[in-house]
């Protein structure tokens, strides 16, 4: 399993950016995705995740109504969107996946195990 997160890149605050998570050898379809980011001298935050058979979503608390998760199945890709961004928005995003079909809520990963590397996110003016 191979995961890739790409779509970062340096924002005015305010502004918005959309990543992409993309996978290898393995169908997001089937399977709960989840994004989650890490800050420099923070520990890792959640950001997102969503099912796959009911597409339940869920969000940090820091990011609800302006973070949106979503999938494109004809694709095999999921995407965060995230609009209104701050400074503190600022970290390496991570997405997230694992053989299961729901998020998991015992840790800043959704309980999902494979990840890839990460994209940066700047939000600076």
């Known amino acids: 399993v191979q995961l890739q997160a790409s779509g970062g890149g340096l924002v005015q605050p305010g502004g918005s950016l959309r990543l992409s998570c993309d996978a290898s050898?393995?169908?997001?379809?089937?399977?709960?995705v989840g994004w989650f980011r890490r800050a420099p001298g923070k520990e890792r935050e959640g950001v997102a995740c969503?099912?796959?058979?009911?597409?339940?979503?869920y969000y940090g608390d820091s990011v609800k109504g302006r973070f949106t998760i979503f999938r494109d199945n004809a694709k095999n890709t999921v995407y965060l969107q995230m609009n209104s961004l701050k400074p503190e928005d600022t970290a390496v995003y991570y997405c997230?996946?694992?053989?299961?079909?729901?998020?998991?809520?015992?840790?800043?990963?959704?309980?999902?195990?494979?990840w890839g590397k990460g994209t940066q996110v700047t939000v600076s003016s």
């Open positions: 997230a996946s694992d053989h299961t079909a729901a998020c998991g809520f015992s840790g800043p990963t959704y309980g999902l195990d494979y």
């Open positions: 050898g393995f169908i997001l379809d089937y399977y709960a």
């Open positions: 969503i099912n796959s058979k009911d597409g339940m979503t």
